[in-house]
């Protein structure tokens, strides 16, 4: 992706794009914010190789199902507020994120 050569990037800023799927984020080890909102992304994938992400941004996008944040072990806060998310399927998840997260808004 075009982010290959940007491995000291720390935050990025990707909100109101259309973006439909996260992808090619890979080489951003050191990225501690990433804000998606406002986009149309359905699945939170493509974020394992993010070590050092301390804030996830994943305001009004189509995600309906909480998946593929365990790798995430220094998140911190996570923002999922305007996501049409199945609170019934996902509710184990999000007891479990209320409780290890310092901030967690749905």
Known sequence: SGLDNQ???????????????????????GLVQL????????????LDSLNS?????LKRNEIRDIDNLDSLVKLGSLELNGNPIDQQRNAAKIEKLKACLTRFEM
């Open 7 to 29: 491995k000291k990037l720390v935050k990025l800023f990707l909100g109101g794009n259309r973006i439909e799927a996260i992808s090619g984020l890979d080489s951003l080890e």
């Open 35 to 46: 804000s998606l909102e406002d986009n149309e992304i359905r699945f939170i994938e493509g």
């Open 53 to 57: 992400l301390k804030l996830l941004y």
